[in-house]
């Protein structure tokens, strides 16, 4: 099915029941109860989901494959970004034209950046990303400004030519489109006490993300794949044989920028305006962390990855004092006030100290992610059902 095996179709199938079922499924608590804080089923948090679950699937086929850990990734993301704003700004506000000039000016961007830092291996690869990704940042935040916007960042504006869609009518800034659809457009299922949003930006997200999936899968699995597994297994031996790995290798970064570069096009298609902190060390450290989190060198890894993080990102951090105070309002108020005063810390403000924790048991007790302890639970069900299976055919029937 799709050009893949059964098991990588069953993977890409599932993904993709879960992605469109995503409003149903991140909506588990009704509206109105005290759990409701903990639904993820709206359209801002959906779309980031998505969005930076395709930046960390590029980044896992360089990371994954060849072992070459990168901490300049975010450079891709915020020129893909800006590329996409200045398509907006200069040619149409349709989305389409944006996604695809964000992710060929990122992959332009990437043989360059990727020419030189592939000249080096390991640590020194890494600093050489870093260092890139931190000249990007500069650069857009004070030397590029009339291109860039500073520190205030680029956005449309009611000015800007847009030449195939002509001056803007009523005197607003146009949003971003789709074939007459607007991104920011939504439909609403009311089924008691939940409510179900339908967004036209998240789905526009999640089928990019479904065939981004699929093309990683196939990636994984073509000979190209397979000799950038053989690089990450042993790159010098390869080159003793006389085979040069570079071109590889550069293909594999150009891939992976091309992602990030998407990445960064359908943020700006979802509000059309792109900054230099996009391009920070900081963002470049998130997707790394995505990567390993839910499993390198996995496909579904990073994604899920992803979605944890923003998930601490967006939900953990809202939770303030008086919402612990709501919940354990049932207590007496000297032990309401001790729990209250225990958990505030790893939550709202503090929710990077739980994430950091989390991910701190996961490399040590789970080295290969969120997958690996998937993998174990799957294995441990499936031991009870063979040693159950195995005492019921050792009973002997009754006479």
Request: glycine share 12%; with cysteine; charged share 10%.
């Amino acid at each position: 099915m799709f050009g893949l095996a059964k098991k990588d179709a069953n993977l890409l199938l599932i993904v993709a029941g879960l992605v469109m079922l995503a409003p149903f499924i991140l909506n588990p608590f009704p509206g109105e109860s005290a759990m409701a804080q903990f639904n993820a089923g709206y359209p801002d948090l959906m779309q980031r989901f998505v969005i930076f679950g395709i930046f960390a699937i590029g980044f896992n086929l360089l990371f994954g494959l060849t072992g070459y850990l990168s901490f300049g990734h975010a450079a891709f993301l915020g020129v893909g970004s800006y590329a996409g704003v200045w398509m907006m700004k200069l040619l149409t506000i349709n989305v389409i034209p944006a996604i695809l000039i964000s992710t060929l000016v990122a992959g332009i961007f990437s043989i360059a950046i990727g020419y030189i830092s592939l000249r080096r291996s390991g640590i020194y690869f890494s600093i050489l990303t870093l260092a890139f990704a931190q000249m990007s940042f500069a650069l857009a935040a004070s030397v590029l400004t009339p291109i860039t916007g500073g520190e205030t960042g680029l956005q449309t504006a009611l000015s800007d030519p847009r030449i195939l869609d002509s001056a803007s009518s009523g005197g607003n800034i146009p949003s971003p489109a789709i074939f007459g659809m607007e991104m920011r457009d939504s439909a609403e299922l009311v089924l008691g006490g939940w409510t179900f949003t339908f967004n036209v930006g998240y789905y526009l997200c999640a089928v990019v993300m479904i065939l981004a999936f699929y093309t990683a899968i196939r990636i994984f699995r073509s000979p190209f794949g397979l000799m950038l597994r053989a690089i990450k297994s042993n790159q010098q031996r390869l080159n003793y044989t006389g085979l040069n790995t570079r071109p590889y290798m550069l293909a594999c970064f150009v891939i992976s920028g091309m992602y990030a570069g998407l990445a960064g096009g359908l943020m700006v298609s979802m509000d059309p305006l792109a900054g230099a902190e996009r391009m920070q060390w900081t963002a470049s450290g998130e997707v790394v962390l995505m990567t390993i989190l839910g499993g390198a060198g996995t496909l579904i890894g990073p994604v899920l990855g992803a979605g944890m993080i923003k998930y601490f990102e967006n939900i953990f951090s809202k939770i303030n004092e008086s919402v612990l105070h709501q919940w354990f309002a049932f207590m007496p108020d000297g032990l309401e006030d001790v729990i209250v005063a225990m958990l505030y810390p790893f939550i709202g403000k503090g929710w990077h100290l739980t994430l950091g924790i989390v991910f701190m048991l996961v490399v040590i007790f789970l080295p290969g992610g969120l997958v690996e302890g998937g993998q174990r639970i799957g294995a441990m069900f499936k031991r009870k059902a063979k040693a159950d299976d195995k005492s019921s055919a050792n009973v002997e029937p009754a006479e």
